[in-house]
């Protein structure tokens, strides 16, 4: 048997999948492997996966591997949750999803509440910048002014929920004075707004700049994760019965994210077709933007959002990390 390679090099040379012992080839722009696609293998009886993720820029590359994948037998069902992690979070613990490309602070609280899924990779190395929102028509100009008002949140245990959590703490607010109303995601948040039953909401700073530039909503402030911000959870069952077929999405995703990267204005302008940004707000948010995709986590940095989530009250007691990364047997 091949002994695997532990690292991927893009270029005009090799590119190794990492952890199956296989090299694909790209020379002069062909891709060489299994059906000459980015899967080194191939699987029969086919396999299918359901992965969920919010219906956002970020997740482009991920889509860029569906096709390529399932010519190796590998079907990717793509599961779109514009709710958000907290939905996703439900969905693996309920088996609708095997995957989710979810929020690093969500999956790590609603681990630590048993949620049976481990952490396979980092997706998004580089941080999430949250916006901080009021309707237009309020009368709220800063962050400040929105202590002890209603925050909407997509529901407990959500990103949206968590980060009011860090805003907070992060202006000195007396955390049990926050306010919550469940709104569910952005559409029932512009509902939520129209008929004053909230006066703040947090969503990704870029996902919500086409409604900011319509003037329906406004930006008051950003508050930005200390942590590395999209993570990928799969449940444990799959992992058992399916790890081979979740290296090689993660392999192929890489891959993707990679040509995504490397393409800066071709991928911009694709983020301005499909989401309706601003072709300079593009280009700023794929520049900050960076994808790992690489199999295992950093249990430092799941630590340090450990203590954070500690520190701000979402979680009550010390949690080992150790359990909910996945390691290959």
């Known amino acids: 048997m091949e002994s695997p390679t532990a690292a991927i090099a893009i270029g005009n040379g090799l590119v190794f999948a990492a952890g199956l012992g296989a090299a694909l080839f790209k020379r002069a722009g062909t891709w060489r492997g299994a059906g000459d696609c980015w899967?080194?293998?191939?699987?029969?009886?086919?396999?299918?996966?359901?992965?969920?993720?919010?219906?956002?820029?970020?997740?482009?590359?991920?889509?860029?591997a569906i096709a390529p994948l399932a010519k190796c037998g590998l079907c990717i069902e793509w599961v779109s949750q514009p709710g958000g992690t907290g939905v996703?979070?439900?969905?693996?613990?309920?088996?609708?999803?095997?995957?989710a490309i979810v929020l690093t602070e969500g999956i790590l609280a609603d681990m630590a509440k048993g949620n049976p899924s481990l952490l396979v990779s980092q997706y998004v190395q580089s941080p999430l910048q949250w916006g901080v929102h009021v309707a237009t028509g309020s009368s709220y100009q800063s962050i400040g002014e929105l202590r002890g008002r209603r925050f909407g949140i997509s529901r407990y245990g959500s990103g949206s929920h968590l980060m009011a959590y860090l805003l907070a703490k992060e202006h000195g607010w007396d955390l049990t004075n926050l306010r919550f109303v469940v709104v569910g995601g952005i559409d029932k948040a512009r509902e939520a707004f129209a008929a004053h039953e909230i006066d703040g909401f947090m969503w990704e700073e870029y996902t919500t700049?086409?409604?900011?530039?319509?003037?329906?909503?406004?930006?008051?402030?950003?508050?930005?994760?200390?942590?590395?911000?999209?993570?990928?959870?799969?449940?444990?069952?799959?992992?058992?019965?399916?790890?081979?077929?979740?290296?090689?999405m993660m392999d192929a995703v890489r891959v993707c994210a990679s040509q995504f990267k490397a393409k800066p204005e071709q991928s911009a302008h694709r983020v301005v077709d499909t989401f309706g940004l601003k072709l300079g707000d593009a280009r700023s948010w794929l520049a900050m933007t960076e994808w790992s995709c690489t199999m295992g986590m950093d249990e430092k940095m799941l630590r340090n959002c450990v203590s954070i989530l500690r520190h701000v009250g979402v979680l009550t007691a010390d949690v080992d990390v150790h359990p909910f990364i996945y390691v290959p047997s």
């Open 88 to 99: 996703m979070t439900k969905g693996l613990r309920e088996a609708t999803l095997d995957v």
């Open 39 to 64: 899967c080194p293998v191939t699987f029969d009886p086919p396999v299918t996966l359901r992965v969920g993720g919010v219906p956002e820029h970020f997740n482009e590359p991920f889509k860029d």
């Open 209 to 248: 700049k086409p409604l900011v530039y319509s003037g329906e909503w406004r930006c008051v402030g950003t508050c930005t994760t200390p942590w590395p911000c999209f993570a990928v959870a799969v449940r444990s069952a799959v992992l058992d019965e399916h790890a081979d077929a979740v290296r090689a």
